[in-house]
């Protein structure tokens, strides 16, 4: 089966997330770069919801500048429970006929095909009122039970704090995901009532409702805890960063990428690797990385907004900052760091230098400690060096320059005016000879060093 009607999703982002101890909003926080927010939305979107509704409270300025105008916010003030939450998007859903899917802004991993599995079972024939997504975790802990019949139809939802023995012993939990018609979902809600040991009105309690009437609830599981893992700490924060890395790691691996220590390698939620592509201990991806077929990059090395390509070599300790680009079969080495400059087919900076707002044209080689100085202080300029050409080592290029292709700039030169096709250019200053002036110097200073440690001794 496959869902057909239209539906809207309700996120439920109100919380203070006071265990994170922040003033960044708790869905605000990163997980692979990426706000834990934005993991989910991208789930969301891509089963394309006729309207997508954030509950917002707490620092609300913060989600809304965040979600933009991909979704619409409306406040809960105040916060009385999950179920008091949902019934804050009645207004906003006026007129609305479809099915409304009820997510938690903090538990960012949920599937699209776990969503749809949701939505699917909603129009199942014996047309259930409530659908609730349950897991089974290796520990219950003080999750919500969902009390189920054989057939997964619900007997009961409980709170944890409200269960008796018996029902704390039921394996199944509640992740606190759930779905129903828009036509049941608000008349349901406004007959939940606060009578608990916490004095608030629970979204779980809908069900409850709809099972005292008569009408069918049913439960679909998901056989992966950590699908609707919810995030109230940075202990979980981490925990939750390890369980997406994870992931990333073996999708990598099963595409076809080389990954030498699988758990010293970190990613980016937007990280591209083609197959064939190895890489070494110790690397960390930020944003914006696209790696293609066959190339190395080497131990100990940082990349951010950077595009590598075919066959191309990073490393070991380099850096590429954004706007980096390595044309195929180019090298960088150790304690080598681009930014905003692309380094041609086969070119080569091979250790110890700095490339910045440049561009280097094929087999052109960079020499060891070579700098390009980019910028005055306020305003960024370019270096364009030609194709073949060769910088020797300890060379800064002061920009704005030109290097002329198959030019060579002579070791230790300080190039500030642009050098011409296959010329050499030479900056230094005459070198002076004055010979037995260092026999001289080391005779008279070994002299004043053992008459300073005579009168010591004295």
């Not at 239209?6 to 869905?27: M, P, Q, W, Y």
């Not at 906003?92 to 479809?98: N, Q």
């Not at 007959?191 to 608030?200: K, L, P, S």
């Amino acid at each position: 089966m496959s869902h057909t009607r239209e539906f809207a999703a309700v996120i439920l982002a109100a919380g203070k997330g006071t265990r994170l101890n922040s003033d960044l909003h708790k869905v605000l926080h990163p997980i692979a770069g990426r706000p834990i927010i934005e993991h989910l939305l991208a789930s969301v979107e891509a089963l394309a919801p006729s309207r997508t509704i954030v509950i917002v409270g707490d620092e609300r300025e913060q989600v809304e500048e965040q979600v933009g105008s991909r979704a619409e916010c409306v406040v809960q003030e105040p916060q009385l429970g999950t179920g008091h939450a949902v019934a804050q998007a009645e207004s906003a859903l006026e007129g609305f006929d479809g099915d409304v899917l009820m997510l938690l802004g903090d538990a960012p991993f949920i599937k699209p095909a776990t969503m749809r599995g949701m939505l699917e079972r909603l129009q199942a024939e014996d047309a259930p009122a409530v659908v609730v997504l349950g897991f089974e975790p290796d520990d219950p802990l003080q999750y919500g039970r969902v009390i189920t019949h054989a057939d997964d139809t619900i007997e009961k939802m409980v709170e944890f704090k409200d269960a008796n023995e018996a029902e704390r012993a039921c394996r199944l939990c509640n992740s606190g995901l759930m779905a129903a018609r828009a036509s049941d979902l608000f008349d349901l809600l406004k007959r939940v009532d606060n009578d608990n040991a916490q004095g608030e009105y629970y979204l779980p309690d809908i069900v409850n409702v709809a099972v005292k009437d008569g009408r069918t609830c049913a439960a679909v599981r998901t056989d992966q805890p950590g699908e609707v893992a919810g995030i109230n700490s940075r202990a979980e924060l981490a925990q939750a960063e390890a369980q997406w890395q994870a992931f990333k790691r073996q999708e990598a691996m099963a595409s076809g990428v080389t990954l030498r220590a699988p758990e010293t390698v970190f990613f980016s939620w937007d990280t591209e690797l083609e197959r064939d592509v190895v890489i070494d201990p110790n690397v960390i991806f930020g944003p914006g990385v696209k790696v293609a077929q066959g190339a190395h990059i080497k131990a100990f090395s940082h990349i951010e907004g950077a595009t590598i390509g075919p066959n191309a070599q990073v490393g070991p300790f380099a850096r590429l900052r954004p706007g980096a680009v390595m044309e195929e079969d180019s090298f960088i080495g150790n304690f080598v760091e681009m930014k905003a400059t692309t380094l041609g087919k086969g070119a080569k900076a091979s250790h110890l230098t700095y490339l910045g707002d440049a561009t280097v044209g094929a087999g052109a080689n960079i020499g060891a400690g070579t700098i390009t100085c980019n910028y005055d202080g306020y305003f960024k300029y370019h270096t364009e060096i030609g194709e073949r050409a060769f910088i020797g080592s300890n060379s800064a290029l002061i920009a704005p320059v030109t290097i002329g292709a198959d030019a060579i700039v002579a070791a230790g030169s300080a190039v500030s005016r642009n050098v011409g096709a296959g010329e050499l250019r030479m900056v230094r200053a005459e070198q002076l000879v004055k010979p037995g002036w260092a026999d001289r110097f080391h005779d008279t200073m070994k002299k004043k060093k053992a008459a300073q440690k005579s009168k010591k001794q004295s």
